[in-house]
T-cell receptor, first 115, second 110 residues
Framework: GAVVSQHPSWVICKSGTSVKIECRSLDFQATTMFWYRQFPKQSLMLMATSNEGSKATYEQGVEKDKFLINHASLTLSTLTVTSAHPEDSSFYICSARDRGREEQFFGPGTRLTVL | GIQVEQSPPDLILQEGANSTLRCNFS?????LQWFHQNPWGQLINLFY???GTKQNGRLSATTVATERYSLLYISSSQTTDSGVYFCAAPGYSSASKIIFGSGTRLSIRP
């Protein structure tokens, strides 16, 4: 149980385009999902917290207009990187928290490369 | 916010050796998680351990909440144990979010 999937697993795009990443909880309902970014040889940095049916809460320094988050259902959250630039290249990881549990379970990550 | 520190930052061991990884946190916590990030980037939940000791096969973890630290023990290391080990504790402003330590990069040599 507690499986989280992400799609795509990797994506290469041109500068200025937008990229959408999906995060799904496959066998549980996730009232809260989280989006992280990880640069090479660094730890995970939380970007935003997404609650089903409400606006996401962004961490300080994360541009909400650039990183659009939608949590439309209890099993799906999406992150859209708008007008991507090379400095947005990173490993993006989502996690989900099962209703009534404290643990977070993580997706396999999406490696974004912006040319 | 809460500070989470891990040591050592890097650890290189021969297969079969035992290791202890440490996680210190700056304030009392009501939960703590240990993860293993494999070479492909997937984070694997190892332990949810707000206090006490838990064991799962060759791995065990102990959290002493009153002294603000947790330890992860790996016995009889295997090459598949290589990767980065993270601990994470809840943030102050929101109990739902967790703050990661900087990780311990473990390399097991055959």
């Amino acid at each position: 149980g507690a499986v989280v999937s992400q799609h795509p697993s990797w994506v290469i795009c041109k500068s200025g385009t937008s990229v959408k990443i999906e995060c799904r909880s496959l066998d549980f309902q996730a009232t809260t999902m989280f989006w992280y970014r990880q640069f090479p040889k660094q730890s995970l940095m939380l970007m935003a917290t997404s609650n089903e049916g409400s606006k996401a809460t962004y961490e300080q320094g994360v541009e909400k207009d650039k990183f659009l988050i939608n949590h439309a259902s209890l099993t799906l959250s999406t992150l859209t990187v708008t007008s991507a630039h090379p400095e947005d290249s990173s490993f993006y990881i989502c996690s989900a928290r099962d209703r009534g549990r404290e643990e977070q379970f993580f997706g396999p990550g999406t490696r974004l490369t912006v040319l | 916010g809460i500070q989470v520190e891990q040591s050592p930052p890097d650890l290189i061991l021969q297969e079969g050796a035992n290791s202890t990884l440490r996680c210190n946190f700056s304030d009392s916590v009501n939960n703590l998680q240990w993860f293993h990030q494999n070479p492909w980037g997937q984070l694997i939940n190892l332990f949810y351990i707000p206090s006490g000791t838990k064991q799962n096969g060759r791995l065990s973890a102990t959290t002493v909440a009153t002294e603000r630290y947790s330890l992860l023990y790996i016995s009889s290391s295997q090459t598949t144990d290589s990767g980065v080990y993270f601990c994470a504790a809840p943030g102050y402003s929101s109990a739902s979010k967790i703050i990661f330590g900087s990780g311990t990069r473990l390399s097991i040599r055959p």
